[in-house]
């Protein structure tokens, strides 16, 4: 077996660190996703509505977010609300934002493509059996809406597990950067470290994202 | 790190560029020498992954060159320290905001970041050198016959200086460390030129090496850095590096934290005390 280094991981408090790491980084992207959800519904049913200038502005949202690096957005939050506003937010706190900001504004787009990809009939046939307009969208509309969204909201939440990797340019320790602390403290005793550290580190994120994928999985052969 | 650098600054600067314009910077965001003692804490930025100026042991404690000087710099100032982990792309803007009320991550004097922050005085000198097999050690670059190549990594300091100011050495160029290093094991190259400490370095854990050139152009220092304006702190860390000068302080660091990479060979070459730079 070739030296991994993995040895580094079992010195002092390093292998805690490393999970110490994760939970700041699970801890921004959970938070996150139980704000973007629910905005991003909302966002969704506001993106279908018939008013132009609010269709405009949403879509100018939309698009500003995805054009925008998500890196630019954290530096923007997190130096730039102390610039010009004077606050001084935790790198936390200010991670937490943006990726709600983002994550709002994906969950928006991915609500609006689901709802309008339910069919007219759908719509008429619940008026015709006398549905108010809310009821429609309560009883008919956003289950079934739900149902679709499913497979393409994991696909997000995972996505923002990964890149938490970010926020470690705004002074927040969390996985990665603990690993990249312990690779290079090593890196005169151990040059291997960087092998074995990024291997965990790689175990450790596709255990945080496969129960979610399978939790999804499961929930959708039920629903399907 | 310096490639996102070259995306990200420009963005930014695109980006902050509409509100700089549109809203008002109320005050200065630096916290003078009273307000740090009062509060009983000082920020200090500092690396978290560069070992030895500074990093975080297995225990999670900071250390390094930079945070024996930082732990002393507390201490003297009787106050806490708090650390904050940067990057070497957001270290300015870290003082900026005043995040942080002092950088000390390895940060090199240039007349650009002058205009950003301002400087005290200097605790260490880096420069180029140059390392190269035992069998033939490069003491000087104009010993180098027509055909004997130079190894240099893109992007760096030691590629603009070798090509501005020799430019008959044919370059071998890569992309990145690892790769030069193995080129330059299996002897493509004469000679290996970077920054003073990454030659020192290699020829410390590699056997078979010498650096025959530890100081190659112009020399530039490392300081600690505070906000632009910060007059009280800047004029007490000065006065504090040049008392720390006499006690031989920054030796001491060398000692402790440097020696076991650089050896005690280089020390003078390194280290700054009080004013004295070169």
Redesign the interface.
């Known amino acids: 077996m070739p030296d991994l280094g993995l040895d580094?991981l079992l010195?002092?408090?390093?292998f805690f660190?490393l999970l110490e790491g994760l939970l700041a980084a699970v801890k921004i992207s959970m938070v996150s996703i139980a704000l973007s959800i629910p905005f991003g519904v909302l966002l969704g049913i506001t993106m279908t509505g018939k008013n132009i200038l609010v269709r405009f502005l949403t879509k100018l949202y939309l698009e500003f977010i995805r054009i925008?690096?998500q890196?630019?957005l954290l530096?923007?939050v997190f130096?730039?609300s102390?610039?010009?506003?004077?606050w001084?937010l935790e790198g936390e706190t200010a991670a937490v934002i943006v990726f709600v900001l983002w994550g709002t504004a994906e969950m928006g787009d991915l609500v609006r493509s689901a709802l309008t990809s339910i069919p007219k009939h759908q719509y008429e046939s619940s008026r015709a059996l006398g549905l108010a307009k809310r009821q429609t969208y309560f009883y008919i509309i956003l289950p079934q809406t739900l149902r679709r969204l499913l497979p393409l909201s994991i696909n997000l939440v995972t996505r923002m597990v990964k890149t938490t990797s970010l926020v470690?340019?705004?002074?927040v320790?969390e996985v990665l950067?603990a690993g990249?602390?312990?690779?290079?403290?090593?890196?005169?005793n151990s040059p291997n470290a960087a092998f074995g550290i990024y291997l965990v580190i790689f175990i450790l994120y596709f255990l945080v994202c496969w129960p979610v994928s399978m939790a999804a999985r499961r929930l959708e052969k039920k629903w399907g | 790190m310096k490639k996102i650098k070259r995306i990200l600054i420009p963005l930014l600067v695109l980006a902050l560029s509409g509100c700089l314009a549109g809203c008002k910077n109320t005050k200065d965001n630096y916290r003078t020498l009273e307000e740090i003692k009062k509060a009983g804490t000082i920020n200090i930025g500092v690396f978290s992954d560069k070992n030895p100026f500074g990093y975080v042991d297995e225990n999670g404690n900071y250390r390094g060159y930079d945070v024996y000087f930082a732990d002393r710099l507390a201490k003297d100032l009787g106050v806490k320290i708090n650390y904050v982990s940067t990057e070497a792309a957001n270290r300015t803007e870290y003082l900026q905001t005043g995040k942080v009320d002092v950088i000390l991550a390895n940060f090199t004097v240039t007349k650009e970041r002058k205009e950003e922050v301002d400087f005290a005085l200097p605790y260490m000198n880096v420069s180029l050198g140059v390392v190269s097999k035992n069998d033939r050690v490069v003491k000087s670059l104009e010993d180098l016959g027509a055909d004997d190549a130079v190894i240099v990594i893109s992007g760096t300091t030691a590629e603009t200086y070798l090509i501005k100011n020799y430019p008959d050495i044919p370059l071998q160029k890569f992309d990145s460390y690892a790769t030069a290093k193995e080129a330059f094991e299996n002897g493509t190259a004469v000679a290996w030129a970077n920054d003073n400490t990454e030659v020192i370095a290699f020829a410390m854990q590699n056997k078979g090496y010498t650096v025959g050139i530890p100081k190659l152009g112009s020399s530039d220092t490392i300081a600690p850095a505070v906000a632009r304006g910060n007059t009280s702190l800047l004029e007490w860390m000065n006065q504090e590096i040049e008392k720390l000068g006499e006690e031989q302080f920054f030796h001491k660091n060398y000692d402790e934290t440097l020696a076991d990479t650089y050896g005690e060979e280089y020390k003078e070459t390194l280290v700054v005390e009080g004013k004295k730079t070169d």
């Open positions: 580094v010195k002092g408090n390093n660190r925008m690096p890196l630019v530096f923007l130096f730039g102390t610039r010009s506003l004077g001084n470690l340019m705004i002074g320790v950067k990249q602390q312990m690779i290079e403290a090593n890196r005169m």
